[in-house]
């Protein structure tokens, strides 16, 4: 089994930054891929940004340029570092990890619990 647990959101106002942080941990051989989702009230969970194994980035239109996704291979951590925040921006962000637990495992994927992000002035 694997926990993902974030950390590093709450109340920002309009243009300023927030760091998230993911931590995985528990029966972790290699994580392929790393990811932050992010789901508003009444709208379906959407893809932010991911970073796989090899370094990779990949990010939604809506964030290219003031979000920036990091970490993954030494300790098992993603960041999120989100500049120039928003209104738009507020919504719970949830981590995503594609996991092989073992040599021989398939690829599992996780996820967090979810954390507040909330741009208002």
């Known amino acids: 089994q694997v926990q993902l647990v974030e950390s590093g959101g709450g109340l920002v106002q309009p243009g300023g930054s927030l760091r998230l942080s993911c931590a995985a941990s528990?029966?972790?051989?290699?994580?392929?891929?790393m990811g932050w989702y992010r789901q508003a009230p009444g709208k379906q969970r959407e893809l932010v940004a991911t970073?796989?194994?090899?370094?990779?980035?990949n990010y939604a239109d809506s964030v290219k340029g003031r979000f920036t996704i990091s970490g993954v291979n030494a300790k098992n951590t993603a960041y999120l570092q989100m500049n120039s925040l928003k209104p738009e921006d507020t919504a719970v962000y949830y981590c995503n990890a594609a996991v092989r637990s073992s040599r021989l495992a398939g690829i599992t994927n996780y996820w967090g619990q979810g954390t507040q992000v909330t741009v208002s002035s």
């Open positions: 970073i796989n194994s090899g370094g990779n980035t």
């Open positions: 528990g029966s972790i051989f290699s994580i392929y891929v």
